[in-house]
């Protein structure tokens, strides 16, 4: 099966721009989705498809890809963006299974 | 709003089963065009999908659980299950439930997850 590969951590200053990456075969032929998640709660959708924010993750959250790469990029970081970070894909061995990526903790300086 | 949420025990003794269930509200179950899915993490660890099962009925399971895995859905009480065989102490996770979607045949994400529930495996 696929596997998507995270850096395990990446710090940001306050308001500074950070980029989170995940890199995978599978993304070549699917979409990351990217989840946030804070200690104690579940995770949280916060991006999926081409760059598609659900309902109420600000709009300084973005996401992009180029060949085996997906990125989640924040834009002007704030204090509450600091949790873990996971990407997911579908597995591209064709049989219909869904992988994650280790995680990136983020940390906000 | 759909809401999710986990049940069952939280702690489970070695070689037994493993039973979790899931009620789905605020959207029915057998709407299509979802996949309705297990994931679980190990304390301080990443996450796992389980498998999920499709609103027809098909399933998929993680190639690394396939052998210990079933997850069955009731449309009648609007809920899903988990059972996991033959659990060791490399079980112990919390389970969370969570409803996939797909657009076309590239875009799959998880949008709706339950809160999660942690469940033991020690004698």
């Known amino acids: 099966s696929s596997e998507l590969t995270q850096d395990p951590a990446v710090s940001v200053a306050l308001g500074q721009t950070v980029r989170i990456t995940c890199q995978g075969d599978s993304l070549r032929s699917y979409y990351a989705s990217w989840y946030q998640q804070k200690p104690g709660q579940a995770p949280v959708l916060v991006i999926y498809?081409?760059?598609n924010r659900p309902s109420g993750i600000p709009d300084r959250f973005s996401g992009s890809s180029s060949g085996n790469t997906a990125s989640l990029t924040i834009t002007g970081a704030q204090a509450e963006d600091e949790a873990d970070y996971y990407c997911n894909s579908r597995d591209s061995s064709g049989n219909h299974l869904q992988v994650f990526g280790g995680g990136t903790k983020l940390t906000v300086l | 709003q759909v809401q999710l949420q986990e049940s069952g025990p939280g702690l489970v003794k070695p070689s037994q089963t493993l039973s979790l269930t899931c009620t789905v509200s605020?959207?029915?179950?057998?709407?299509?065009?979802?996949?309705w899915s297990w994931i679980r993490q190990h304390p301080g660890k990443g996450l796992e999908w389980i498998g999920y099962?499709?609103?027809?009925?098909?399933?998929y399971y993680n190639p690394s659980l396939k052998s210990r895995v079933t997850i069955s859905v009731d449309t009648s009480k609007n809920q899903f299950s988990l059972k996991l065989s033959s659990v060791t102490a490399a079980d112990t996770a919390v389970y969370y439930c969570a409803r996939g979607s797909v657009v076309v045949t590239a875009i799959y994400y998880f949008d709706y997850w339950g809160q999660g529930t942690l469940v033991t495996v020690s004698s």
């Open positions: 099962i499709y609103y027809s009925g098909s399933t």
């Open positions: 605020g959207g029915s179950i057998s709407s299509g065009g979802y996949y």
């Open positions: 498809g081409k760059n």
